[in-house]
């Protein structure tokens, strides 16, 4: 979606809106955290995000590795940078290929700094001088795909004061085709506006969006006030500086000072604020929160669809997956991402191609094995087990081995059934409540256009042992309105599916569209993700050492133990797999692996459930 789309919403409806900038770190845990980090803020709210171009070198590189991670695998709506610093036209023309690929459709054009060495700007050879130059080849190669960001410069910049000149400029870079105006940080809003004045008449009409730093710390607000020479107003410096050394304290006093800037700006007719967020949350949220902002339970996110949306290329008008990864987002694109069936929506030919091997980056456990033993603790039965899921349905802990996300909101109406079950030993993974018919627009349930209705079959994912199995078959099959599949890591299927296509348990009614069936169940995507499932529980257990009751306890339940899930085909009946599953209960819930040395003369030790570890004789 185009950006000046976006801003055009909020001039329509009145309603303010903000965007995240974010700039690529310089370690891979870094990125990695980014991502983690970039993920949760989304659920701020945010229109969009952009993220800042590295002049040259891996870090030019890495800027669009990271576009195509979230507009691909974190669906975030992204604006790329792109200098031309140290850039000729075959690099700028490969960094929009890239970015084309990803899904990508906005573009920040800059000339950029000067490296570091250089002490004054100057183009790369067979480069472009100036931004304006960037904007026309942009334009030239790719037309009106990429709607193209251009900088403002409210207080000049480095290497001009003049302010005429660079209004100037900004008409130039209009007229060669930029469509929105991105402005340098500040924090005098008078002359913001007195500035915005003196651009609309020059003839620029295009949206400009204020560029607004949060305060996190008093000398980091010092140091980029400084390096952008920007004007910090004197009541400012009176307030922060009695306080300086409590970084607590700067906070809130920031938050406050951030904030009333940003409600100056929104009374001057602006509509949407874009804040540099130097990859921190705090400070950013703060000033939401200020602002109130925040999604709440009375004013949720609104979402197309139960799932994240992925935005890369041909893939906008996806419309129905399996349920089974919805709590593995990434892992499912990233296994999908060579199909071609995702520009009509539809599931029904997506049998033919197979799903993306188990090796490809981003599928297994992710995490080093000491952050996970951190994470996790070390279990030493099944009820140390489900004492860990148990947590996380209490919000004790944001992720398990088997979901990258945090419980979802609509898992209250179900938790105290969970928690049943986990303590029990039936290991719960994966769950949804059944919903009847509730308005699109409903703070938990609702997705999807407005004035619609949301319909959902409950459903249920677990881990049993193979001792209760069979009973839980029995009672299921003898359930009219229970269908379920169940499967070994070996690939020993049960089901009594009528058929192998998709059953839909998830589906919207919309004024105006077809019914929408966004999740299914469905056998052969099942036994995709059966693969997946085991190989996260196998990773889980090799963060432990070979002789430990943890590396054994897992490894066990992985080697035996069934994956089931279960639907109930009649959505008017929210507690009937419940019901069905009634006092169920796994054996040995208590029981610890203990070891035993048989054949130590050929180094290997032999537990008592059957479980071997290879080490080293002592």
Known sequence: MHIREMLAEADRTGNPSFSFEYFPPKTAQGVQNLYDRMERMNHFGPKFID?????????AELTCEMVVQAQTYLGLETCMHLTCTDMGEEKVNDALRKAYKAGCTNILALRGDPPRETEKWQATEGGFHYARDLVAHIRKIYANHFDIGVAGYPEGCDDNKDEDLLLDHLKEKVDMGATFIVTQMFYDVDNFI????????????????????????YGSFLRRANHMNCKVPDAWMTALEPIKNDDVAVREIGKTLVAEMCRKILAAGVRHLHFYTMNLAQATRMVLEELDWMPSPDRPLKQALPWKQSLGLGRREEDVRPIFWRNRNKSYVLRTQDWDEFPNGRWGDSRSPAFGELDAYGIGLTGTNEQNRKKWGEPQSVKDIAHLFIRFLNKDIEYLPWSEA???SEAELIKDDLIDLNQRGLITINSQPSVNGVKSNHPVHGWGPPNGYVYQKAYLELLVSPEIFPEIQRRIENHPDLTYHAVTKSGNLHTNAPSEG??????????GKEIVQPTIVESISFLAWKDEAFRLGVDWARCYEASTPSRLVIQKMMDTWYLVNIVNND???PRTIFEVLGDLKAADLDKVPKLKIEGAANGVLHSTNGIEASTVPR
């Open 51 to 59: 993220i800042t171009w590295g002049a040259g070198g891996r870090i």
């Open 194 to 217: 007195r500035w915005v004045g003196k651009v609309r008449d020059r003839g620029i009409t295009i949206p400009i969006l204020p560029g607004i730093m949060p305060i996190a710390t």
């Open 406 to 408: 945090p419980l979802a």
């Open 502 to 511: 998709p059953n839909a348990v998830t589906w919207g009614v919309f004024p």
């Open 571 to 573: 959505f008017h009946s």
